[in-house]
Antibody
Framework: QVQLQESGPGLVKPSQTLSLTCTVSGGSISSGSYYWSWIRQPAGKGLEWIGRIYTSGSTNYNPSLKSRVTISVDTSKNQFSLKLSSVTAADTAVYYC??????????????WGQGTMVTVSS | SSELTQDPAVSVALGQTVRITCQGDSLRSYYASWYQQKPGQAPVLVIYGKNNRPSGIPDRFSGSSSGNTASLTITGAQAEDEADYYCNSRDSSGNHRVVFGGGTKLTVL
């Protein structure tokens, strides 16, 4: 079965760029009609959708983050990545990668990574 | 509007039925999906679309929708159902984004 695993630095300095990678195992990132997404959750708060990429390379971003976010995909490595620039303490959160399927009139995140904690601090 | 509103907290007696709601304009155009999140764990999809359960989700979980409100119903709540529940849907404003509700903390008494 498909599994997702986030990786990347757990500590990022303010004003720098946060970079995370999600590795897809148990299946090809190119198979099926899926969007590969990033979602974050500050401690004690709710889920915030960051954006998604289709294997064609087309992307959609949360308008509130769009100016700072880049999501890319590397099908040869079965990975997709997140870059968030000019980070501040407000970007401290658990970051999840997730597979999204457009089905039955909704967008459902059916597989999630375990999440990785990223702290923005000097 | 592109926001989804959930009650912050709901409680239910063990074995009773509870409904968790999610309101938003986008729900007039799209169905919601629902997620269960326990402390320290990633969310788990429990309901998607009109009323579809992924494999492995107990049939005490069901979904419904009317107007701008989507509902997740747990019939015969169990202690292990105590968790945070989130809804999401597509944004209907045309910018191809996904929106999440603020979450509901369910306490099983």
């Amino acid at each position: 079965q498909v599994q997702l695993q986030e990786s990347g630095p757990g500590l990022v300095k303010p004003s720098q760029t946060l970079s995370l990678t999600c590795t897809v195992s148990g299946g090809s990132i190119s198979s099926g009609s899926y969007y590969w997404s990033w979602i974050r959750q500050p401690a004690g708060k709710g889920l915030e959708w960051i954006g998604r990429i289709y294997t064609s390379g087309s992307t959609n971003y949360n308008p509130s983050l769009k100016s700072r976010v880049t999501i890319s995909v590397d099908t040869s490595k079965n990975q997709f990545s997140l870059k968030l620039s000019s980070v501040t303490a407000a970007d401290t959160a658990v970051y999840y990668c997730a597979r999204c399927v457009a089905v039955a009139g909704t967008d459902a995140f059916d597989i999630w990574g375990q999440g990785t904690m990223v702290t923005v601090s000097s | 509007s592109s926001e989804l509103t959930q009650d912050p907290a709901v409680s239910v007696a063990l074995g009773q039925t509870v409904r968790i709601t999610c309101q938003g304009d986008s729900l007039r155009s799209y169905y919601a999906s629902w997620y269960q999140q326990k402390p320290g764990q990633a969310p788990v999809l429990v309901i998607y679309g009109k009323n579809n359960r992924p494999s492995g989700i107990p049939d005490r979980f069901s979904g419904s929708s009317s107007g701008n409100t989507a509902s997740l119903t747990i019939t015969g709540a169990q202690a292990e159902d105590e968790a945070d529940y989130y809804c999401n849907s597509r944004d209907s404003s045309g910018n191809h984004r996904v929106v999440f509700g603020g979450g509901t903390k369910l306490t099983v008494l």
